[in-house]
């Protein structure tokens, strides 16, 4: 095969990619925040006036960081529009509030070897072996993290991550981002 023919293959592998996102596992959620900070006297929010948050891929080399903002930007701007309205938040011009996301997708990997568990010495007489694989997992990984900012500092984080599996739509990852950006606000200081 010559090297042209193999590009629209490998382009179309890329894209499969970068639409398919499915969860295999829970969202893992978690919130950091200034616990000095008076959440009680934020009343309004707005995006950030740089934008409202960024996509960074490090998958493949085909990876387009901008086609993927421009189809999950709309649920998560909705999402996180929907949810500060719940907790009681106003969007406004100049905000109290001010709200950035950023959307990472990467690889990650999981590894367990043989006597991986075992202590640096036995005490019941297991002769030493040599360690060897025997898990290995590649997965896609999948975080969006939302920063809520007063005076120029973020003063609440939060973070969702999960793995993703491939070959699914593009509608079951705008319902994971959805989902984790309802689980991350309802960690919101004073959410009900």
């Known amino acids: 095969m010559s090297r042209t023919k193999g590009r629209p293959a490998l382009l179309m592998i890329a894209v499969a990619l970068t639409l398919a996102a499915q969860v295999v596992g829970a969202l893992d959620v978690r919130v950091e925040f200034d616990k ?31 086609d993927m903002r421009r189809r999950a930007e709309p649920a998560i701007v909705d999402e996180v529009t929907s949810e500060l309205n719940r907790i009681g938040l106003r969007p406004a011009a100049a905000p109290d509030l ?18 991986q568990f075992l202590p640096a010495t036995t005490m019941w007489g297991v002769p030493p072996f040599a360690p060897a694989t025997q898990s290995l ?23 969702a991550d999960a793995g993703i599996k491939l070959g699914a739509d593009d509608k079951k990852g705008l319902a994971l981002i959805r989902t984790a950006v309802r689980d991350l606000l309802r960690k919101y200081p004073g959410s009900k």
């Open 137 to 159: 997992e590649i997965m896609n990984r999948g975080s969006l993290v939302l920063d809520l900012s007063a005076g120029g500092m973020v003063v609440w984080r939060g973070i």
């Open 36 to 66: 000095m900070f008076d959440f009680k006297t934020m009343h309004t929010w707005g995006w950030n006036p740089t934008g409202a948050g960024d996509v960074k891929m490090a998958r493949t080399q085909a990876d387009d960081p901008e």
């Open 98 to 115: 001010s709200v950035t996301y950023y959307l990472l997708l990467t690889v990650g990997s999981s590894a367990q070897v043989l006597g």
